[in-house]
């Protein structure tokens, strides 16, 4: 097997890295803040399952992460089959 390493090649873009918020829905301790932040990261995550009643809080509090962090937010919205028929 032969590889070719061509430095002239057109170069893309690496995706930029994000996180997901974490699952135990407490707040980031400063001091996590502060290396998240060293590694200058892209977003912050979160799903939402709107059917459940604690997306409102949940919003809240990634929306005071992500501020914290100092990147965007990232949101995926996650819909019941019979979302819109009233369901």
Same mark, same amino acid.
């Given at each position: 097997m032969n590889l070719t390493l061509d430095v002239n090649a057109a170069k893309q873009r690496l995706p930029r890295a994000g996180l997901g918020i974490a699952s135990h829905g407490q707040p980031?301790?400063?001091r996590a803040r /502060?290396? #998240?932040r060293? #590694?200058?990261l892209d977003h912050l995550r979160a799903d939402f399952i709107l059917a459940e009643n /604690?997306? /409102?809080n949940q919003l809240r509090r990634t929306k005071e992460e992500a501020e914290a962090l100092g990147v965007l937010l990232h949101?995926? #919205?996650l819909l019941s089959e019979g979302a819109g028929n009233g369901d």
């Open positions: 980031t301790s400063q /502060e290396r #998240l060293a #590694l200058h /604690e997306y /409102e949101i995926t #919205l």
